[in-house]
């Protein structure tokens, strides 16, 4: 009776999967491995019509202007994309179903790169992501989170979405380093603190100063070795954001994700 075996294990399958839902609320990307695995078990019972919601479309669109998950490339990078939580400085998810990092394969292949780097020469560290390719629909939510700052001051921490993020070509990237247990290491500020605490460009005089310790500076300068061998650049005013390529160069290289 293989139908009627196949029907039961599937039965088994969303019994249990149902009664365990509340141990997923962890976070939103385990909610969404848990409807993915849900849908995969229900698709032999319900067809197409579960499939057209397997991956969000924001994840389809990016797909077909050709960039990559991360996670694909290389699985032992680690993604929590900051933007698809409250936990960010606008205080809401801007990021909606959006839960994996994509990025242009280019950029993808040289993150890879970095990880691998990073784990010849720190075997327990890993790259944690917090945010790759962003929507200019999302870049607009944050660009209008900072009215109180002026433009010229509000550039610093978030691009003119007038203008484009490399984020908005898939080019850029918003990363820490973690150790396996998905601990973050200590870079002296949370992602996406604003103020000079965050500032490559400051850390001497902030060491000298005691604002930041040695051992902070250390961490950073980890990532920034693993990222700057790997091909990419950093900036002055973020110790967590890397680009894969300027801006000028995105631009006639790659569309803007919409």
Known sequence: MPFFGGWCRNQWLVGSLAINIHHLVINKQNNMRFFRLLLFVLSPLSG???????QPKVEQAMLKQGLVDVQ?????????????TTDNFVGKDVYGDL??????PMAAEKLANASKYLQIHHPNLRLLVYDAARPRSAQWNLWNALPDLPEH???KYVADPRKGSIHNYGCAVDLTIAT???????????????GELAYPSREDKLLKSGKLTQQQINNRQILRTAMRQAGFSSIEFE???????SREKAKMTFR???
């Open 256 to 258: 803007v994700v919409d």
């Open 239 to 245: 110790w967590w954001h890397f680009n894969a390529l």
């Open 180 to 194: 396996k247990d998905l601990d973050p290491l200590d870079m002296g500020t949370k992602y996406d603190f604003f």
């Open 48 to 54: 197409p019509i579960v499939h057209a919601f397997a």
């Open 153 to 155: 001051e509000r550039q």
């Open 99 to 104: 839960t994996r990092a994509y990025m242009q």
């Open 72 to 84: 694909k490339v290389d699985p032992t990078i680690l993604v929590d994309l900051k933007y698809s």
